[in-house]
């Protein structure tokens, strides 16, 4: 497997080791400025170098504007495009120039991969796309590492901490996550119900507004802020906690959703389409309005005053959901099922 890297987006990989037998090659293409079609070509042609030198089976490319249409631009080997959700679902209907080349992507993919309905309704809406010509999948996770029981950070050892209902928010510091609706449904539910205690985890541009909003209110005793969390040691983080809390504009099936569902966690999420499809109210979960601290503040008080016997519940259905439908390991089967049929049988 050969893996370019030529997206931004792809810069959290630097750090990490690629798996064995993947070999990674860094396209020399200028720097990003912004929409420089000059830039688009040379990236387009770069790959198509790398394609006719290497000749893969595949072109895996994601997400659709930044890879995908390079991808789609290079030619030379069948093409897998995949969604990240947002490139979709958001950076589409951005602008006229980020929608036509969602459309080149997804007209000229062997095969698109999406990961909930309404990501899937979007590729059918901006390109003729038949039903064959998509697998449909979670990301998932991995029903082993994120579960109930285990190590768990002691964070029930914190002064005030003992009796607490912990609320764990994972997601990005950045515009679009609902940050600000975060803190301000965490100071309303807090005044109300004093045993809960939050932990947002993460980093990112909007950190000195999240510092300044927990002094000024003065919450450091009722939120903690660990900054980024390693993918290793996130399940301990999630067992420590009670519920789990994400108030993103916009999203597919969210793989931190799905940790959380595997780990048994109560969820308060955004009502957004492709939460629907994982969390039903009262039954393992709350949505709450999208843009809204007091709706999200009403289902966090509504988490925490879950009976013993009702966490149990919820526990058991919502580790249940994930290892039925969020489990990585069965979900890539179909994944490499899709990429046969593609190699066997492409649109040339």
């Not at 249409?69 to 950076?91: F, H, I, K, N, R």
């Not at 996550?177 to 539910?189: K, M, P, R």
């Amino acid at each position: 497997m050969l893996f370019c890297r030529i997206a931004p987006q792809l810069r959290a990989l630097e750090s990490s080791a690629l798996p064995l037998g993947v070999r990674e090659i860094s396209l020399a293409v200028p720097p990003s400025g912004g929409n420089d079609p000059d830039r688009e070509h040379s990236v387009s042609e770069a790959l198509a170098s790398v394609v006719r030198e290497v000749r893969p089976a595949l072109v895996h490319a994601g997400p659709v504007q930044a890879c995908g249409y390079p991808a789609a631009l290079a030619g030379g080997a069948p093409l897998s495009v995949v969604s990240w959700g947002s490139d979709l679902l958001v950076e589409a209907y951005r602008s006229a120039q980020s929608g036509d080349r969602a459309r080149v992507a997804l007209s000229r993919a062997d095969l698109v991969v999406c990961d909930c309905d309404a990501v899937r309704r979007v590729v059918q809406s901006l390109a003729d796309v038949p039903d064959d010509h998509i697998v449909q999948l979670p990301w998932g996770t991995d029903p082993d590492n994120f579960r109930p029981s285990g190590a768990c950070v002691p964070l029930r050892e914190r002064p005030g901490w003992r009796d607490a209902r912990i609320v764990l928010h994972t997601r990005s510091w950045e515009p679009g996550y609902g940050l600000e609706v975060v803190l301000e449904a965490c100071d309303v539910a807090r005044r109300s119900e004093p045993s809960l205690r939050f932990v947002l985890a993460g980093d990112g541009s909007l950190g000195p507004e999240v510092r300044s909003f927990v002094a000024s209110r003065g919450l450091d005793e009722h939120v903690l802020l660990p900054g980024r969390i390693a993918n290793a040691e996130l399940p301990a983080w999630f067992r420590a906690a009670d519920v789990y809390l994400s108030a993103s504009e916009s999203d597919g099936s969210s793989v931190s959703l799905l940790e959380a569902l595997a780990t048994g966690l109560a969820c308060v999420v955004t009502d957004i389409e492709s939460n629907a499809e994982w969390i039903v109210d009262d039954v393992n979960g709350w949505r709450a309005r999208s843009g809204d601290p007091q709706s999200f503040a009403a289902s966090l008080l509504r988490a925490a005053s879950l009976t013993a016997p009702e966490r149990e519940s919820m526990r058991e259905r919502n580790r249940r959901v994930a290892v039925t439908r969020a489990d990585w390991q069965m979900n890539v089967r179909r994944l490499i099922a899709a990429y046969d049929r593609v190699t066997g049988a492409s649109r040339g």
